[in-house]
């Protein structure tokens, strides 16, 4: 999106919120004269609209307000009955913000409107306790939230493409890429690029635990891996003749555009299994002309290429298997091999459960987020409580707004706070002096105000926001009841209040967010997933012909999915808080999906003993996954700064046969090798370079010291 795009958007949004804002406190405050039913029309747009980053179209965002509309009024009920005790109002607090801020395990959209439905508990938790004005806090708060879900569909922003569209378009890309050769790399993986989820629309990405959106995402993953595939096909050096390999790629072309058809129409799916016996057939010509003899037997540079056209062919199938069970709800023919597709038989209440108790870890940043919220607004209404602080929800509005996910950051955010509420309460004193009770001019400057606050604050910064938000907040409550310049210094005082909370818990609760925690995900990523290397090996290597039994890959992808998370929240922090962090994170994302997905789709065709690898290419190719396990180990070892073990005695790549080798050791080959490379470039920028000087251990980086050979 430009800056010109992001301008507009922010224009928008203040236009609907000061709207909806304006057309609710108004009539019920001067025509109907319910100023609490005002002050809760007023401030129910602000907080879904403007705290809350609800992602979508204008009609998406329309429908997740209207759906939250009934767990908010449950939460103004819950304050309201709570708010007479300040031990009942807090542990409602920390309840009601521990479940809120977990709701991010749900995907965007919840985790988008989770603080607005802070802001309701947070506006009737405190005194006065006053039970009689609930029906009127009820209807403020419909009256706004109906009128903002209008203003969203009337003034709604730009849709977004599907993630079934570019899902659709990147496979089309990859039709044409298998099918002609002619597509340079660099817009295969351009293609590619556009399906990571980081370049996704909040709104549009496959985030949730139901089986459609794991489905989706899975087939987006594999179409990526499928396009890079096609990229390296396109810069190897060119082979002889490889018919075999031109069918296959030929049916991967065709399978392609028979799944971009299907996500873009719903109907004519591609025939299915038609790839699968491609690959069955390929697998066969590749037995044949081994069992020629030596002189018919293909080159190894022919060997190689069909390998990771097989490679490829496989990932093609993962798509299709997955854009089955994103379109259909569920498999509509057997899902292979089943721990890849292990969500396809589950019904959608256990996925969810899996979910949430997959997170309930203090390894999840998603659990951390939500316990270091809790606790900081539990702690804030127990201060402001106990303080008997004016306006105390101020207080708790600050740990909501300042609060980031390192203290670096809350740190500066909260500096810039400060300053600018200094200013806006200095204006608005001058303000409320000057004008004194003329409540007509008050009503007269609200709107404008708003309008400018809500466009000016995300355009110029934290500091101009907050200024300009003390200026709407004198404004409105001017018209409510009188107000003198001691409004400004409540505010002042509550604000700093909250500011200090929000920075000691900052301070004692995961401080360097997911910095740390990042290291620790990755090392355990890579634990779980090391020991797949030997294994496969010695499942490929197995005497016995026929179909093979993958390696249990289910405790890696729990990892994987731990590991993607903590790196997504690593990425949106700030880089001040990322600086010295050389780690490409990644590159190792990328080594741990290809030991998962090599250790379930290698052994998937079982080659007859005749293809087998010699007794010498065996121990070569077990000795060579040995030392990518220890390798592995080793990296895993720098990332959480522990002493790693000896570098590998065996060069962590493996050879094949003698000219011509044998299939199985080609696989084993491609596969291994490639690992290899993405493993010494994951060390290489955890080493330091010559000069520079070793990472700081503080931050859980590598251990310092020159970086190891390893043996060759």
């Not at 037995?287 to 496989?314: I, K, M, N």
């Not at 919220?373 to 409580?385: K, N």
């Not at 018209?479 to 310049?485: E, M």
Request: with cysteine; hydrophobic share 50%.
């Amino acid at each position: 999106m430009t800056a010109a795009q992001d301008r507009a958007t922010i224009l928008r949004r203040a236009v609907r919120v000061a709207a909806a804002a304006s057309a609710g406190f108004y009539p019920l405050l001067y025509g109907a004269g319910l100023p609490v039913a005002a002050l809760y029309a007023l401030f129910a747009p602000i907080a879904a609209g403007l705290l809350s980053a609800v992602p979508g179209s204008g009609r998406q965002r329309a429908s997740t307000m209207l759906r939250a509309l009934p767990p908010a009024l449950v939460l103004v009920t819950l304050g309201t009955l709570l708010a007479a005790y300040t031990p009942a109002a807090v542990g409602g607090m920390l309840l009601v913000g521990f479940l809120l801020a977990f709701a991010a395990v749900a995907g965007p959209r919840p985790a988008g409107i989770a603080p607005g439905l802070q802001l309701f508990y947070i506006l009737a938790c405190f005194p006065p306790y006053a039970p009689g004005t609930l029906v009127e806090r009820l209807a403020g708060l419909t009256a706004g939230a109906l009128l903002l879900a209008a203003c969203e569909v009337l003034l709604p922003d730009p849709a977004a493409p599907s993630y079934r569209d570019r899902l659709a378009d990147a496979l089309a890309v990859a039709a044409r890429g298998a099918a002609t050769g002619g597509v340079p790399p660099r817009r295969l993986r351009a293609a590619g690029a556009k399906l990571r989820l980081s370049d996704v629309p909040p709104a549009e990405r496959p985030a949730g635990a139901g089986r459609t959106d794991r489905a989706l995402e899975q087939a987006g993953r594999s179409a990526r891996r499928l396009l890079d595939q096609l990229a390296t096909l396109a810069e190897a050096p060119p082979v002889t003749a490889d018919p075999e390999s031109a069918t296959l790629l030929h049916r991967v072309a065709d399978l392609c555009t028979g799944c971009a058809r299907f996500l873009r129409t719903g109907s004519a799916p591609p025939p299915a299994g038609a790839l699968e016996e491609a690959m069955r057939a390929f697998q066969a010509d590749r037995a044949r002309a081994f069992s020629r003899g030596p002189d018919a037997r293909p080159a190894v540079d022919v060997q190689r290429r069909q390998s990771r056209v097989l490679a490829l062919a496989e990932s093609a199938r993962t798509v299709e298997i997955a854009v089955d069970i994103a379109l259909h709800g569920r498999p509509t023919e057997p899902a292979f091999p089943p721990e890849q597709f292990w969500y396809a038989g589950l019904s959608t209440p256990r996925l969810w459960a899996r979910r949430l108790v997959g997170n309930v870890t203090f390894r999840s940043v998603l659990f951390q987020n939500a316990l270091r919220t809790a606790l900081g607004l539990a702690a804030a209404r127990a201060v402001a409580g106990s303080l008997d602080l004016a306006h105390g929800f101020w207080v708790l509005l600050a740990v909501l707004t300042l609060g980031r996910t390192t203290a670096g950051a809350t740190w500066r955010a909260v500096r810039r706070a400060v300053m600018g509420n200094a200013v806006g309460a200095l204006v608005a004193g001058a303000l409320v002096i000057g004008l004194g009770r003329h409540t007509d001019v008050y009503a007269a400057l609200l709107a404008p105000v708003m309008l400018m606050a809500f466009a000016l604050g995300p355009l110029l910064g934290l500091a101009y926001a907050q200024a300009l938000f003390t200026l709407v907040v004198a404004t409105a409550f001017a018209q409510i009841a009188p107000v003198t310049w001691r409004l400004s210094e409540a505010r002042m005082i509550d604000v700093v209040t909250g500011s200090v909370i929000g920075l000691v818990c900052g301070l004692l609760a995961w401080p360097a967010g997911a910095r740390r925690e990042v290291h620790r995900a990755m090392c355990g990523l890579l634990r779980a997933c090391a020991p797949l290397v030997p294994a496969t090996a010695q499942t490929l290597l197995a005497p016995s012909g026929g179909s093979r039994t993958a390696p249990v890959t289910l405790p890696g992808i729990h990892r994987l999915r731990l590991a993607e998370a903590a790196y997504a929240q690593y990425r949106a922090e700030s880089p001040a808080d990322r600086e010295g962090d050389r780690a490409d994170w990644h590159a190792l994302l990328i080594a741990a999906h290809h030991m998962l997905l090599g250790a379930q789709w290698l052994p998937r065709f079982g080659l007859r003993p005749v293809l087998a690898a010699r007794d010498t290419s065996a121990a070569r190719a077990l000795g060579a996954a040995a030392a990518l396990e220890a390798e592995t180990d080793r990296i895993a070892s720098l990332l959480v700064a522990e002493r790693p073990g000896p570098a590998p005695a065996t060069a962590p790549a493996t050879g094949p046969d003698r000219d011509p080798p044998a299939p199985l050791s080609v696989d084993l080959e491609v596969w291994m090798t490639s690992l290899a490379r993405q493993l010494a470039r994951i060390e290489a920028s955890l080493t330091p370079a010559p000069g520079t000087g070793p990472p700081p251990e503080s931050t859980g980086g590598p251990v310092p010291g020159k970086p190891r050979k390893r043996g060759r």
